[in-house]
């Protein structure tokens, strides 16, 4: 009799350790895929800040090959992102493609964005939070330091 009351007590210890393994091992999933849906939107953030500052400093020294800053900032990300001339945007700061002062007395400069959709690869969340991708964006400004403004 008490063999049989203990094995009864072990069959159900059993199915308890397995149910409260389920209920954990969802718990734990959910926490590794965000961790690892914020590692890759990390990185991807990274690439894209370093081809901006890629463009930028292509820019500061030929600030009106516009064509070209933005060939250097596709070319540093095309490794790790697919990217097209849309998601990089120059823009002069100051008065002239030049070095020097501006009117408002701040120098020159050239300005980078780049810009990249991040698709959210986790299950469950995108019909949570009501969005499949998330906007990263990238802003570099560097001084003009070619040509000299005459």
């Known amino acids: 009799m008490q063999k049989n009351l ?16 389920a209920l954990t091992l969802i718990v734990v999933l959910f926490l590794l895929l965000g961790a ?3 590692g890759i939107a990390l990185f991807q953030y990274v690439t894209i800040s370093d081809a901006a500052q890629e463009g930028a400093i292509f820019g500061s020294i030929e600030p009106a090959a516009v064509d070209g800053i933005k060939e250097r900032a596709l070319a540093t990300a095309s490794d790790i992102l697919v990217l097209d001339d849309d998601d990089v945007a120059v823009t002069l700061v ?6 020097g002062l501006a009117a408002s007395g701040a ?4 300005e980078v964005e780049v810009t990249y959709s991040h698709e959210i690869f986790m299950p469950l969340v995108t019909p949570m939070i009501g969005i499949d991708t998330i906007e990263l964006s990238a802003v570099t400004t ?9």
Do not use: M, W
């Open 6 to 21: 203990i094995q009864k007590v072990s069959k159900h210890e059993r199915g308890q350790s397995l149910v409260e393994l």
């Open 36 to 38: 690892v849906e914020f």
């Open 94 to 99: 100051g008065d002239a493609y030049c070095e």
């Open 107 to 110: 120098p020159n400069a050239i």
């Open 142 to 150: 560097n001084t003009i330091l070619n040509p000299r403004c005459e």
